[in-house]
């Protein structure tokens, strides 16, 4: 049971536009969501957070997104540039539970 | 200050044999978790140990099995492997409970 799923496994943007990459989640017992970025053998690191209070949360070029009733978050690239092209992972969790990962979106910044 | 550091980094085993993966937490943290990753599966969940104790189980079998020191120092095991066991093993630790972990460059491990 896939509780956390990024449905675009992949996302091409033209540098200097904005990306948009999106994220749905199933467990309404989440409260607090990362979004991660990897490249190749690297392991993931750490983006953006958002708790769910909060429906947005911005850090420079870097906004997340989040709607509750929807159960879906967005990460938001502006601008783009080449070196954000990588695999983003959006991931949840509540309490002292594992974080629980989406499959991935590859991001790829066409200069 | 030095990061997650797993050892080692690339590994080729057989059918059948056995293998140990490690990772060394950043200091200070206490709580180590295992994924492994795969194409087209994301970051699944093995477990993650806190205080030398096991503290959250995926859905591995139990061929998959860990440890954790009392230094924080971590160690995973899979047994019997199988081609499909083939993957990037991802080691994380943070801080306490906070949920911000902080990977390592991970393992890659090849089943031939």
């Not at chain 1, 496994?9 to 536009?17: A, D, F, H, K, N």
């Not at chain 1, 199933?26 to 607090?32: I, K, P, V």
């Not at chain 1, 978050?73 to 959006?90: E, M, N």
């Not at chain 2, 030095?2 to 206490?30: D, W």
């Amino acid at each position: 049971d896939q509780q956390v799923k990024q449905n675009s496994p992949s996302l091409s943007v033209q540098e200097g536009r904005i990306s948009i990459l999106n994220c749905d989640y199933t467990n309404s017992m989440f409260d607090y969501f990362l979004w991660y970025k990897k490249y190749p053998a690297e392991g993931p690191t750490f983006l953006i957070s958002i708790s769910s209070i909060k429906d947005k949360n911005e850090d420079g070029r870097f906004t997340v997104f989040l709607n509750k009733s929807a159960k879906h978050l967005s990460l938001h690239i502006v601008p783009s540039q080449p070196g954000d092209s990588a695999v983003y992972f959006c991931a949840a969790n509540f309490g002292n539970e594992k974080l629980t990962f989406g499959t991935g979106t590859r991001l790829t910044i066409i200069p | 200050k030095a990061g997650v550091t797993q050892t080692p980094r690339y590994l080729i085993k057989t059918r059948g044999q056995q293998v140990t993966l490690s990772c060394s937490p950043i200091s200070g943290h206490r709580s180590v978790s295992w994924y492994q990753q795969t194409p087209g599966q994301g970051l699944q969940f093995l477990f993650e140990y806190f205080s030398e104790t096991q503290r959250n189980k995926g859905n591995f079998p139990g061929r998959f099995s860990g440890r954790q020191f009392s230094n924080s120092r971590s160690e995973m095991n899979v047994s019997t492997l199988e081609l499909g066991d083939s993957a990037l093993y991802l080691c994380a630790s943070s801080f306490d409970l906070s949920p911000g972990y902080t990977f390592g460059s991970g393992t890659r491990l090849t089943v031939v």
